[in-house]
């Protein structure tokens, strides 16, 4: 029942016991492995979907639709008439291959098959979400910092000893509650990856019922100001407080940023409406760190913060226990973290979610170049977004430059959110082509001159992985690539 949820939801299909198979207009279709072949039926009948839709009263040029029709001889305008059932089975004769690489999905969630879990299908299957039940998993050991090299990890002048690593990490080693550990799950290829079971995934967010009702509560407020409070309780952290929001020149941010604030304080910050907290400095058992002492947020009774970051070392706990509180969603850690990829991590995420990504989106960009960015990860709703793109749908450009030369390999990716879903298209703003493309994984790949690559990306602000390192457009100089 869990396996098919999401493809009974779409197709409209009553679900009921027998052997595994989709019957269609009459017709059944075996299904040999239920959990690959539920996923890959989803996504082709989407797929075909998007395909079709481009015929009827709004014809649409889509570039995956002319790739489609070179593969294989199929009248859409034909599937177009079909009603549901007659059309999903003309679907089933298309052979699943020819539309695998024409879209990528989105969202993996491994739910644990137990009854109390049930009550989060509707939410999962509303996303559109790959379900899997979860695989054995292996226990998370604490990494070890490494002996060599460790001056390059952390804020000093290169004197630190072994036995001075600690000082220098944003925590007092907090270990895992023993009745919730951190696990590894079984990667998956979509963007997203959720975790509806016991434990702390690594590599996928750990989503709530709560959190998954919140959203429905969420309205839109009258005040257009997007509320940011950023926190740093340590001074040797101050780097990453600095110009991390409001790039935007048609948003309006109301940044405040605090220092060394007590209990007291952080918790009337923690208490006060605001869109969005980013919170800097070190996480113990004890709870967060503050000027006279630790706060532990089991002991907060509500908050009206409804997104955050907590970038210290494992936050994860204290974060749960925000998103319990009332917060949507946020980034947490899972281990230890060196400042100096905590503050890489943190400035790089607010520029993301300032560039409007949902917390999805902007870890996985955020840490894809990060060695260690499997330590965040995500707990509560990751459908979280600060804002709305410019753009339309939040987009990343990959620049390769090998091998040396003039001639420079462009890829643009796109990253669905909840306002610009899975299947959306559009146009890039920096060609002259018409046609659309499906906004999702690879949208499109170019081969630029340096001044062709310049002139496309050139022209407004947005992130850019150059040889998977992260920067941003307006910040790099195209003649020294």
């Not at 299908?121 to 090299?149: C, M, N, Q, W």
């Not at 709870?287 to 070392?313: W, Y």
């Not at 030369?405 to 060609?431: N, Q, V």
Request: proline share 5%.
């Amino acid at each position: 029942m869990y396996t098919v949820a999401t493809l009974a939801y779409y197709l409209g299909a009553e679900v009921v016991p027998g052997p595994s198979r989709l019957v269609a207009d009459g017709v059944a279709f075996p299904l040999d492995d239920l959990q690959s072949d539920a996923q890959s039926i989803l996504k082709h009948c989407f797929t075909l979907d998007c395909l079709v839709r481009t015929e009827g009263l709004y014809r649409v040029p889509l570039a995956e639709r002319e790739t489609f029709e070179d593969r294989v001889d199929v009248d859409l305008r034909d599937l177009y008439d079909l009603d549901l059932g007659a059309r999903t089975a003309a679907y089933m004769e298309i052979p699943r291959s020819t539309t695998d690489d024409l879209l990528k999905w989105h969202l993996t969630t491994d739910v644990d098959p137990d009854p109390e879990n049930a009550v989060v299908l509707p939410f999962v299957a509303h996303d559109l979400s790959y379900i899997r039940s979860p695989a054995p998993t292996k226990t998370v050991d604490a990494v070890s910092p490494e002996p060599d090299g460790l001056s390059a990890f952390f804020r000093t002048d290169g004197s630190a000893t072994q036995d001075g690593v600690q000082s220098f990490l944003r925590s007092a080693n907090a270990s895992p509650s023993p009745d919730e550990r951190v696990v590894s799950p079984v990667e998956t290829d979509t963007v997203g990856h959720a975790w509806v079971a016991r434990n702390y995934p690594m590599g996928a967010s750990k989503p709530t019922l709560d959190s998954y009702r919140r959203r429905l509560d969420r309205t839109l407020k009258s005040d257009v100001t997007i509320d940011i409070h950023v926190i740093c309780n340590d001074a040797e952290m101050r780097e990453e407080s600095e110009n991390l929001y409001g790039f935007r020149d048609l948003l309006e941010f109301d940044v405040e940023t605090s220092f060394d604030l007590s209990t007291d304080e952080l918790r009337d910050a923690l208490e006060r409406d605001t869109d969005f907290l980013h919170f800097i400095g070190h996480v113990s058992e004890e709870g967060m760190q503050c000027s006279d002492g630790h706060l532990d947020l089991h002991t907060l009774d509500e908050t009206g913060v409804d997104a955050f970051i907590l970038n210290g070392c494992t936050s994860y706990e204290q974060g749960m226990q925000l998103v319990e509180s009332g917060a949507l969603g946020g980034v947490v850690t899972l281990e230890d973290v060196y400042n100096t990829v905590a503050t890489t991590v943190g400035r790089s995420l607010a520029r993301l979610l300032d560039n409007g990504f949902d917390l999805h989106g902007a870890l996985s960009v955020a840490t894809d170049s990060v060695i260690t960015g499997q330590r965040y990860t995500i707990v509560g709703n990751a459908g979280v977004s600060l804002c709305q793109t410019s753009n339309g749908i939040p987009m990343v450009g990959v620049v390769d430059t090998s091998p040396p030369g003039d001639t420079f390999h462009l890829e643009i990716h796109a990253y669905p959110t909840r306002k610009y879903t899975l299947g959306s298209f559009g146009t890039l703003y920096f060609t002259e082509d018409t046609t659309r493309h499906l906004y999702s994984g690879t949208v499109d790949e170019f081969e630029f001159t340096r001044e062709e690559l310049q002139s496309a990306l050139g022209r407004r602000r947005s992130p850019l992985l150059v040889d998977g390192e992260l920067c941003w457009t307006d910040e790099v100089d195209f003649e020294r690539l």
